[in-house]
């Protein structure tokens, strides 16, 4: 899997951050930027989630198996 962030769709909500910290950080003003592109085990699994839940403005998505 490959973890991929649209800072331009970002609304800067946190949630990615809040619920995936070793895959999601946000710059200074507070867009999403991705810190592990290719997280495996639980924090692949966050990733997931906040991709097919959580994120509010869907500026992450998940691609590749």
Not at 2 to 18: F, M, N, W
Not at 23 to 41: C, H
């Amino acid at each position: 899997m490959k973890v991929h962030a649209e800072r331009d769709r970002c609304i800067g909500a946190g949630l990615c951050t809040l619920h995936a910290p070793a895959v999601f950080d946000q710059e200074d003003d507070g867009m999403v930027v991705v810190l592990n592109e290719r997280p495996t085990g639980t924090d692949a699994d966050d990733a997931r989630k906040v991709a097919e839940h959580l994120c509010p403005g869907k500026a992450v998505r998940i691609t590749g198996g």
